[in-house]
């Protein structure tokens, strides 16, 4: 073949990879991913002030925050006030019984979810109502998750199991094989980071994370120590302390596709809010200028 057969070759083999090149373009998650505040002030305040976190956290450079699901007039005061400050409701909790002689959860959820509709956040279960890991709730489990997984869809919602110790999905592992059974497209789990350090902390996250990439809907993160056994000033921390490799964890997420925002756990740190706040959001960024 000539040269100019040849440059006709390969301009017709560009052509025909183009198109599928642009689309891998447009479906690549966005990234750096958003980053918000979650449990910030807990347990030391019972009721912490929505407006000062939402002015808080704004000024300080966060994308938003995450919380319980308010099931009172609270959430729509809540959600005016997120979105006056223009904050993303990023994710909410809820504790879930799936004990089948107990109900499940409020009568009012379902209300609750429809006034999230075109809203990105998750609504993450906290599963109790057996011990850790007993598989007598496995069939009223999957029964609750695939009910709670239909109703969200109805507002375009994921569901994700919060992993969390004493929980009876304390283990995310366990979660995992529970999100199979549900076999439900909107169900999937957190990744935690510091009750994965906790429970879990033995195994590899990473092989974890690139083998269920398409089930992780919500990841928090924060400063910690891995050998450590207590929560505050170890497996929780601001993210300038610790021995975890966070920007590692980042680089898995962004290798696996991960398209969600990424939540900074401050439950229980004694700090300064401001000042707690302030030095984990320069962390950040500074890992994105690097």
Not at 6 to 15: E, H, I, P, Y
Request: glycine share 8%.
């Amino acid at each position: 073949m000539n040269a100019p057969g040849r440059f006709a070759l390969l301009a017709a083999l560009c052509l025909l990879l183009l198109p599928s090149t642009l689309v891998f373009a447009e479906d690549a998650p966005s990234w750096p991913p958003k980053f918000y505040g979650f449990c910030v002030d807990l347990p030391k305040v019972a009721n912490p002030s929505i407006p000062d976190h939402a002015k808080l956290l704004k000024e300080l450079g966060y994308d938003g925050a995450g919380y319980i699901l308010w099931l009172d007039d609270k959430l729509d005061t809540n959600l005016r006030t997120l979105d006056a400050a223009g904050l993303q409701l990023s994710l909410v909790y809820l504790n879930v019984n799936i004990h089948p002689d107990k109900p499940a959860y409020d009568a009012r959820v379902p209300a609750a979810l429809a006034k999230l509709k075109g809203r990105p956040v998750t609504l993450s279960v906290l599963l109790r109502g057996f011990p850790p890991g007993d598989v007598q709730g496995m069939e009223s489990a999957v029964k609750v998750l695939r009910e709670l997984g239909d109703l969200a869809a109805e507002s375009g919602l994921k569901v994700s199991i919060y992993h969390h110790l004493n929980d009876w999905t304390e283990s995310m592992l366990f979660a995992l094989e529970v999100v199979k059974q549900v076999d439900r497209p909107n169900v999937g789990v957190n990744f935690n980071l510091c009750h994965w350090l906790k429970v879990d902390g033995d195994k590899d996250y990473r092989t974890v994370l690139r083998n269920n990439a398409e089930r992780i809907f919500a990841v928090t993160i924060n400063g910690a120590q891995t050998d450590a056994s207590a929560w505050t000033g170890g497996l929780i921390q601001p993210l300038d302390r610790g021995d975890f490799d966070n920007r590692e964890l980042l680089t898995v997420l962004k290798e696996i596709g991960y398209d969600g925002p990424v939540g900074l756990m401050c439950y229980g740190i004694p700090d300064d809010t401001r000042e707690h706040l302030s030095r984990s959001i320069n962390v950040w960024k500074s890992w994105q200028e690097q």
